[in-house]
């Protein structure tokens, strides 16, 4: 059993910046995909940026079309961790965040679908 643990949310004005963590109890991440959801209440959760960690230490990433050139995933084995670095933050952007995990590849855009784990999300609120 994998858990994630998020952390980092929080409120903040239009344009500012937010970082999210999600730090995974697993021996590596390696060959691990990682991504990040998004869920407003009252709709479905959607997809936000994902992230393969090839074994050579090359990732592969993608973005919601919506997130895209603002969101930066990143992740750092030493600590089994993923980032999702959130700048020029809109309103829209408002939602509970998750983390989720699974072992086997990811690609393309984001969908919350064929993930093992997840975490417990965490609020992110930007106002106007």
């Known amino acids: 059993q994998v858990q994630l643990v998020e952390s980092g949310g929080g409120s903040v004005e239009a344009g500012g910046s937010l970082r999210l963590s999600c730090t995974a109890s697993?021996?590596?991440?390696?060959?691990?995909?990682m991504g990040w959801f998004r869920q407003v209440l009252g709709h479905e959760r959607v997809g936000v940026a994902t992230i393969f960690n090839v074994y050579s230490g090359a990732t592969i990433t993608a973005y919601a079309d919506s997130v895209k050139y603002r969101f930066t995933i990143s992740y750092a084995n030493i600590n089994k961790t993923a980032y999702l670095q959130m700048n020029s933050l809109k309103p829209e952007d408002t939602a509970i965040y998750y983390c989720?995990?699974?072992?086997?590849?990811?690609?393309?855009?984001?969908?919350?679908?064929?993930?093992?784990?997840w975490g417990q999300g965490t609020q992110v609120t930007v106002s106007s």
């Open positions: 989720a995990a699974r072992r086997a590849y990811c690609s393309g855009a984001p969908s919350p679908n064929g993930y093992d784990y």
């Open positions: 697993v021996y590596t991440i390696t060959s691990v995909c």
